[in-house]
């Protein structure tokens, strides 16, 4: 059996723990232009239900076609189950088949942060609420026009208030 040289071997070690050193390496999330709102395990799992707690804290997904918001018709406001920050107006919601709700931007800007996610041996660009870091879901390129964003969402992870009548 052939022997690998010593430069290779030290060369796979360094790269090993350079990477090891900057997966350890968090990042501080930006400040949110929403204020932050931070609370113990116990106080979320007071406040929420037990789906919501899975999804919101824990980054869980519900089961497609189980949400009570994916096939939602109503006009109004999608709001943080966890914070209740506005996140998505219903003008924004499309039917995108894969049994989430999903929608075409957030409501304002700097209410979701998006960040990576190599859960599952996917590399997904995941949406959380940008006040309490509660996942929200996901964002992919094939929504509709005029972002062509699909931001795919939990219902467990949203609140729906639908508008009043003037």
Not at 8 to 36: D, H, N, R, V, Y
Not at 40 to 50: D, F, G
Not at 144 to 164: D, H, I, Q, V, W
């Amino acid at each position: 059996m052939k022997q690998l040289p010593i430069v290779f071997l030290i060369s796979i070690q360094f790269i090993m723990l350079s990477a090891c050193a900057q997966k350890a390496e968090k990042k501080e999330p930006e400040k949110s232009p929403f204020g932050t709102v931070k609370k113990t395990a116990a106080e979320w799992k007071a406040q929420l239900t037990p789906i919501q707690y899975e999804v919101l804290r824990e980054k869980g997904t519900e089961r497609a076609f189980s949400g009570k918001y994916w096939d939602n018709h109503e006009t109004g406001i999608y709001y943080c189950a966890g914070c209740h920050l506005e996140l998505f107006h219903s003008d924004t919601k499309f039917e995108s088949g894969t049994g989430w709700p999903s929608f075409y931007q957030p409501i304002k800007e700097g209410v979701v942060r998006v960040g990576t996610d190599t859960s599952y041996g996917m590399v997904r660009d995941e949406v959380d609420c940008s006040r309490c870091g509660g996942h929200l879901g996901h964002v992919f390129p094939d929504g509709p026009k005029p972002t062509g964003l699909r931001y795919c969402m939990n219902s467990a992870s949203l609140t729906f208030e639908k508008a009043t009548k003037k």
